[in-house]
């Protein structure tokens, strides 16, 4: 049995002796005006669409986007048991989703990264993966401080200097420094790993210990901590006790706790920076809140809900800045008030509307990733579970539709050159044969695993267009943009987004 924080609930009987009753009416009553719309009326410029159910090499529970434009996934054996010493699979999007598209490559290191936290780093490419699980006399979920990388290059995966703490369930993200932090997760049941630590490539691991917490990244907080790099140079913290920090990844660090507390939130809620310096967090109860971090002190303001509490679902940031959040039910990893139909936040109008509705549930350990075609890959769940979803189901989203009732995809304008490299505040000159330019977004490549996607961000670039020939401005500074790999999308008139060129930041 996988043992985890919140225990999946198998009994779904005694999970409801312990909702209060009000509350379970209260779940009914959204999950009634939620319903799915009938197949016939949706319309996919409005809603999108959900491809077919497509089989996966193993239950994808961890996905990081390649800078050549695959996705490495991982998380199971190929018969979806826990476990991810064994293989690791490496998805071509370009070539569909048969079994050419996909490389399913043994994991070579002796390492189960099941439960780690994996991120490409901003100089090599290569992917970092951090800690995973350990069974000790039997009993899985004890934690490694095993790390390994995995060269997009070779397609090779191999070993890296340890951490200095065990850890499993870390979160890790890219700093403005272009250092990969790595904070959270816990050694064993009961036992925390409270001190963060960088990782630079070519100089090793540096261990922060002036920024030893508890209550930020420990005991109180281990499970994938939610954290960004924020616009004033520090890392910002939402704990899911309410209490915010900034961390200092400099030196040996250092951790201030800032003035915004906000309610108690769920570690299996997700919560998603869809603008820089902007974050949409959703709660318990159907709440949903914007955490804006951009001012000398971090506020948050209500907004509408999603329309019921997905646990387990997934919120990621579309090519036009749009939040898909998929999956999820309305109890933690039970089939009930399972979530099929997806929502789409607006930034704008801060309001939602339905999305297309999936075929398989997605619950604990499922995962959704923008891919540079301007698709969202949605796949995985169980390892426990009501289901093992050994498969996935790609959205389109509705932006690639034509907006005429036709229900036909829309013919798409493409990059004809750009950069690979660029530096920030650089202006950059785009070739396109779209014929009249709306919109130029520049999103960092994710990396997904329960509920979080560590590098996702979103920026619209102001820009300026003569004829074919674009020309867009870069972010200011590492602190709105850390360095890495970046999606460009350009779109048309209509608001058709291009495939995306990547671009490595630095
Ligand atoms: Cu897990």
């Not at 539709?401 to 304008?413: E, F, V």
């Not at 650089?426 to 044969?433: G, P, V």
Request: aromatic share 8%; net charge positive.
């Amino acid at each position: 049995m996988h043992a985890r924080r919140r225990a999946p609930g198998s009994r779904l009987l005694s999970r409801f002796k312990r909702l209060p009753a009000l509350a379970v009416l209260a779940v009914l009553a959204v999950m009634a005006s939620t319903a799915a719309p009938k197949a016939h009326a949706a319309d996919p410029a409005l809603t999108g669409s959900f491809g077919p159910v497509v089989p996966w090499p193993l239950i994808p529970l961890h996905v990081v986007l390649l800078p050549d434009g695959r996705m490495l996934s991982y998380g199971t054996d190929d018969r979806g048991q826990q476990g991810a010493q064994y293989i690791y699979d490496v998805w071509k999007p370009a070539a569909g989703t048969g079994p050419e598209s996909h490389l399913t490559l043994p994991n070579t290191t002796p390492t189960d990264i099941f439960c780690s936290g994996q991120i490409v780093m901003p100089g090599s490419g290569k992917v970092l993966l951090t800690g995973g699980d350990l069974v000790i006399n039997g009993t899985r979920n004890y934690s490694v401080n095993d790390v390994t990388s995995f060269d997009f290059g070779t397609n090779a995966i191999s070993t890296v200097t340890p951490m200095s703490f065990l850890r499993w369930y870390p979160s890790v993200l890219t700093t403005a420094a272009g250092e990969t932090l790595v904070l959270g997760g816990r050694p064993a049941p009961q036992k925390s790993s409270p001190t963060p630590e960088v990782y630079t490539e070519g100089k090793g691991w540096r261990v922060l210990s002036g920024a030893t917490s508890e209550d930020a990244y420990g005991l109180r907080n281990w499970t994938y901590p939610r954290a960004w790099q924020a616009p004033n140079g520090r890392v910002f913290i939402a704990t899911i006790w309410g209490g915010t920090y900034f961390l200092d990844p400099t030196g040996i660090g250092s951790l201030s706790q800032t003035a915004l507390k906000l309610p108690a939130g769920n570690p299996f809620l997700p919560t998603v920076m869809f603008a820089p310096g902007r974050i949409l967090s959703l709660h318990q109860g159907n709440v949903a809140r914007v955490i804006d971090i951009n001012g000398p002190t971090p506020t948050a303001k209500v907004v509408a809900g999603v329309g019921q509490d997905r646990y387990e679902g997934f919120a990621t940031v579309m090519a036009d800045g749009r939040v898909l959040v998929s999956g999820g039910s309305a109890i933690d990893n039970v089939e009930f008030g399972v979530a099929r139909t997806s929502r789409i936040w607006n930034p704008v109008t801060q309001r939602w509307s339905n999305g297309a509705t999936a075929v398989k549930m997605r619950l604990y350990h499922s995962t959704s990733l923008l891919l540079p075609d301007g698709r969202v890959f949605t796949g995985g769940g169980g390892a426990p579970g009501p289901q093992n979803n050994l498969n996935a189901e790609i959205y389109t989203p509705p932006y690639l539709y034509l907006q005429d009732g036709s229900k036909q995809l829309a013919p798409r304008p493409h990059i004809t050159a750009a950069p690979t490299v660029a530096t920030w505040g650089q202006a950059i000159t785009l070739q396109t044969d779209a014929a009249k330019v709306s919109r130029v977004t520049f999103l960092k490549m994710g990396s997904a695993t329960h509920t979080v996607d560590f590098d996702q961000r979103f920026t619209a670039l102001s820009f300026s267009a003569d004829g074919g020939q674009v020309t867009a401005t870069l972010p200011a500074s590492a602190n709105l943009a850390p360095p890495g790999y970046y999606m460009v999308f350009v779109f048309n008139e209509l608001g058709v987004p291009s495939e995306a060129r990547i671009l490595k930041l630095g």
